[in-house]
């Protein structure tokens, strides 16, 4: 068929259109069956190691887009290949573009390298609640590029992987369940401490700590109270609920006992002339 007084050979056309056709259809195939035989992989291996579900989490995150990267690849050599493209120096001058590329993009580079060394060493995990290059919340997806971290307030932060330095994991083992709480110079320091031990008793009962809680005594005098301080370890995650509950508890027992929380006074001091 000659159009625009170019000779066009149809059935090639139409052959080569049947090809990405069917290029098209085994890419958006075969990539779900692979991110699913990653997930059921890693699942039979969680079982048989007994490894922590972030563990897996990130692993099969990872995994996942590794190998989309990988059928991307794939899928755009075989693409030109169809097209008649020669493969060979597409994929020479890639190397070449590649390597151009690494030295002017020193910082992408190294996120990788920081990525690939943070899941070695299995800093973050996924679900973890850390801190780190200035960010505070739950670890939602950890990249050879970039971690991302979502704060309490609900913000999610895209941190680039370089950047991730001095980091605090606040779940890895039991955390610390801390109450400091004040009484007036009036009340007796004894029986305080007598409540806040009958009180710590009630809590020894609760599933959610592991140790304590346990009355510690005297953390400070401060100018207008005593503060006693009591302490124990909860299960990870779950300090928080355990330190507002027991200050509630706390606050009754003082009130049943007549013991005052002090608060700020203000007093106003008048001179006659």
């Known amino acids: 068929m000659e159009i625009l007084g170019m000779e066009i050979d149809v059935a090639k056309i139409v052959g080569i259109l049947i090809q990405i056709g069917i290029l098209i259809i085994a890419f958006l195939i075969v990539v779900p069956i692979g991110k699913k035989i990653i997930e059921k992989t890693l699942q ?33 050599v075989m693409f030109f290949a169809t097209l008649g493209v020669e493969i060979g120096p597409l994929i020479a001058g890639a190397g070449v573009i590649g390597l151009a590329v690494a030295f002017g993009a020193q910082g992408l580079v190294s996120d990788i390298v920081t990525g ?35 704060s309490f307030d609900g913000t999610l932060n895209y941190v680039p992987n370089r950047y991730i330095e001095g980091v605090a994991n606040h779940s890895r083992g039991n955390m610390r369940a801390l109450v400091d709480i004040g009484i007036s110079y009036d009340d ?37 109270d005593i503060v006693l301080r009591v302490v124990g370890q909860t299960e990870n995650g779950l300090q928080w609920a355990c330190e507002r509950d027991m200050r509630k508890r706390i606050k009754e027992a003082f009130d049943e006992a007549n013991i005052d929380i002090p608060f700020p006074h203000h007093v106003l001091i008048q001179k006659d002339n």
Do not use: H, W
């Open 44 to 76: 039979k291996a969680a079982q048989s190691r007994k490894a922590s579900p972030g563990r897996m989490k990130t692993l099969e995150k990872l995994l996942a887009n590794v190998f989309s990267y990988i059928m991307i690849f794939i899928f755009i």
């Open 116 to 150: 690939f060394f943070i899941l070695l060493e299995q800093q973050l995990e996924i679900d973890d609640y850390v801190t780190t290059a200035g960010y505070d919340g739950i670890v939602e997806e950890i990249g050879l590029r970039t971690t991302k971290i979502r």
């Open 188 to 224: 007796n320091i004894d029986g305080a401490i007598t409540v806040l031990e009958k009180v710590c008793a009630e809590f020894q009962l609760d599933e959610r700590f592991k140790d304590g809680p346990n009355a510690i005594g005297v953390q400070s005098i401060g100018s207008s």
